[in-house]
């Protein structure tokens, strides 16, 4: 354990120096000698100051240097006080204080009292050189004041030294917070990076692997659809070709699949130029119109205002195309498909796709743009129609919105941003 010198009382740091009643006196009675020393003692002390660079360096204003002379001056004169009480360790400590603002580091202030010995001996010397029991008396006396302010001159320093660093310490505490949380936040977004990677790597490997699925089941279609291309002149009766387009209807559904799937595994660089919703809904429903025909689906379509959006007019196509061909698919028995083009109070396009089909009830709605989610029967739907439409719509900064009846019909409103 080491002792603690700093904080032992004024009776306690006197009685361990032994400076006592008699060295009071002496330094009482040395007054008037050192009062005729001051100034050149003061101004010794001072050319001494000057001879050092880092001591020099605090002496060039003309202010501190008036003010450091004064109070050198009194200092000295101080120390012929013979008291030593609470307020004079409290002024020494101050003086500490004041030598550690300015930067002056303990080894040349605590070296500076080895140059009050110096310059004070000889003065004592001269004045008492026919009185060698007060001399000596004189002398230890000024030695043990000095010695009891160079030791208050370390404790200031000591102290001032603790205070710097226990903020330096907080500040350190608070600095590794700080950086604890900024690590703990990159490394979360560090985790959720790399998840998402990983997902993506996930996905791409999935997309080869379809990639490669349709092309293997693409190339065995593609003799089946020749094949029965083929036999559609060799068959005559109306079962036999019946059959036959069963076979090619599938086939093309089949195909269907495949190419979305390979869409969606491959998606192409997406166009960014101005579309005229108009002209993609006409030309969708062209595309379906036999199938509503056959269907006895009744269309109407409906433009108001400016239809112009940014866009891939064959992404466009192929979310419109599924729509519809979700409606008929929900109107076996036939019935109306009303397709509305109109702005909305935003400036907006918004495009109303109603049909008067089965709708859906809330579970199913709220699944329908899951993948792989359908209500068709088995082999009639891929499930990935909406899955698709959504994305195309995310891709155009549309918006999708479905309402449902069920035995009513379904209602998709897509919002497109305008050109
Ligand atoms: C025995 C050694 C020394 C003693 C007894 C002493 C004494 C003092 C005293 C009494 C003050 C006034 C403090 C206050 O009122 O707050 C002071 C201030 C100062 N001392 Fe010392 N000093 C010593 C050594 C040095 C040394 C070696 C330097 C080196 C340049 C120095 C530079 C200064 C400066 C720059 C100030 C501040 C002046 C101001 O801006 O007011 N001191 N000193």
Redesign the pocket.
């Known amino acids: 354990m080491v002792l603690a010198m700093t904080k032992n009382s004024v009776p306690e740091k006197l009685a361990f120096l032994d400076l006592n009643h008699q060295d009071f006196e002496a330094l009482r009675s040395l007054r008037p000698v050192l009062e005729d020393h001051a100034d050149h003692f003061v101004a010794v002390f001072y050319r001494h ?1 000057l001879s050092f660079d880092e ?1 020099r360096e ?2 060039m204003d003309a202010e ?1 240097k008036r ?2 002379l004064l ?2 001056r ?2 000295l004169l101080s120390l012929t006080d013979g008291v030593v009480d609470d307020a004079y360790v409290a002024d020494r400590l ?2 500490g204080y ?2 550690m603002r ?1 930067g ?1 580091g303990p080894g ?2 605590l ?3 080895a ?2 010995m110096k310059l004070l001996v000889p003065i004592v010397l001269e004045s008492y050189r026919h009185e060698p029991a007060r001399l000596e008396h004189a002398l230890l006396a000024m030695y043990k004041i000095l010695m009891l ?1 160079s030791q208050l001159a370390m404790e200031a320093y000591i102290e001032r030294r603790q205070q710097q660093l226990e903020y330096l310490n907080r500040e350190l505490g608070e600095a590794s917070r700080q950086l604890r949380q900024v690590y703990d936040q990159q490394s979360d977004e560090l985790r959720q990076t790399s998840q998402r990677a990983q997902a993506a790597e996930e996905l791409a490997s999935v997309a080869t692997l379809v990639a490669g699925l349709a092309h293997e089941i693409g190339t065995p279609m593609g003799v089946i659809q020749g094949h029965a291309e083929l036999l559609e002149s060799s068959v005559h009766d109306e079962r036999g070709r019946w059959r036959l387009q069963t076979i090619r209807d599938q086939i093309d559904r089949i195909a269907n699949i495949i190419q979305t799937l390979l869409n969606m595994a491959r998606p192409e660089a997406r166009e960014h130029i101005p579309v005229d919703l108009e002209a993609v809904l006409h030309r969708s429903l062209a595309f379906l119109s036999e199938k509503f025909r056959s269907r006895g689906v009744e269309v109407q379509l409906s433009i108001e205002g400016p239809t112009q959006t940014i866009g891939d007019a064959e992404k466009l196509q192929q979310l419109f195309l599924n729509l519809f061909i979700n409606a008929a698919d929900a109107m076996p028995e036939g019935g109306d498909l009303t397709v509305r083009a109109f702005p909305t109070a935003n400036q907006r396009i918004a495009i109303e796709v109603t049909d008067t089909g089965q709708g859906m009830p809330d579970d199913v709605r709220a699944r329908a743009f899951e993948p792989f989610f359908t209500t068709k029967e088995a082999g009639h739907g891929s499930g990935l129609g909406l899955m698709v439409v959504e994305g195309i719509v995310r891709d155009h900064g549309a918006q999708i919105a479905v309402e449902s009846t069920p035995g009513k019909g379904t209602r998709f409103v897509l919002t497109f941003p305008p050109a």
Do not use: N, P, S
């Open positions: 100051l001591t605090l002496l501190v003010r450091l109070k050198q009194e200092y101050r003086i004041t030598h300015v002056l040349w202030y070296g500076a009292y140059l009050y302010d």
